[in-house]
């Protein structure tokens, strides 16, 4: 499985495979780059860690919501 983050940025908000030195997607506002994720996750097995304007993690979401694990919290 695949780890993602989005993290707010100087221009907007980006999404970024974990260990990757470049953005895999780019949105104006948080809730684009949420809409983008889903879009650009469809058919892939990914965990996403959405991150808050100060860097903490909000919450994390898997892809698809079926490849999240039953016992987790949330």
């Known amino acids: 499985m ?3 983050h989005i993290n707010a940025t100087d221009n907007g908000w ?3 495979k974990q260990g990757a030195t470049r953005a895999s997607k780019t949105a104006a506002t948080k809730e684009e780059m949420l809409q983008v994720t889903a ?4 058919g892939k097995t990914a ?3 959405i ?4 860097g903490t993690i909000q919450e994390e979401r898997t892809y698809p919501r079926s ?3 039953s016992r987790s919290e949330g």
Do not use: G, I, Q
């Open 2 to 4: 695949d780890n993602y």
């Open 39 to 42: 879009t650009f996750l469809e």
């Open 51 to 54: 991150h808050k304007k100060d």
């Open 14 to 16: 980006e999404l970024r």
């Open 67 to 69: 490849a999240d694990p």
């Open 47 to 49: 965990s996403v860690k």
